[in-house]
Nanobody
Framework: QVQLVESGGGLVQPGGSLRLSCTVS????????VGWFRQVSGLEREGVSC????????SYADSVKGRFIIARDVASNTVSLQMKDLKPEDTAVYYC???????????????????WGQGTQVTVSS
């Protein structure tokens, strides 16, 4: 059974930083792509950052380029999202996802991923 568990969300002031972590079990990272997505209530889930199965290619939403970094640790089967210079518009529930068929990073779309975590809330507010 594949399970993904996110952690690290919370309340942070504008300009602050947070590091999200996602522990994956039941599937080995590197079989498929991994990604971070976020969703605001009433809106569609948005791709924030994706990494290819090889770990060599990454993609970022324009709104987070230069501020967020996706990384993975194959040894511990975890994926992280380092976020800095956070803005109120970054407020959302953040989800990690992986798949065993999709291996790219160029198309960071929720429909391409089969396995999801339960999400962690990130709130950016003063």
């Amino acid at each position: 059974q594949v399970q993904l568990v996110e952690s690290g969300g919370g309340l942070v002031q504008p300009g602050g930083s947070l590091r999200l972590s996602c522990t994956v079990s039941g599937i080995t990272l590197g079989v498929g792509s991994v990604g971070w997505f976020r969703q605001v209530s009433g809106l569609e889930r948005e791709g924030v950052s994706c990494m290819s199965s090889t770990g060599e290619d990454t993609s970022y939403a324009d709104s987070v380029k230069g501020r967020f970094i996706i990384a993975r640790d194959v040894a511990s089967n975890t994926v992280s999202l380092q976020m800095k210079d956070l803005k109120p518009e970054d407020t959302a529930v953040y989800y990690c996802a992986t798949d065993e068929v999709y291996v790219g990073s160029r198309f960071c779309e929720a429909s391409l991923f089969s396995y999801w975590g339960q999400g962690t809330q990130v709130t950016v507010s003063s």
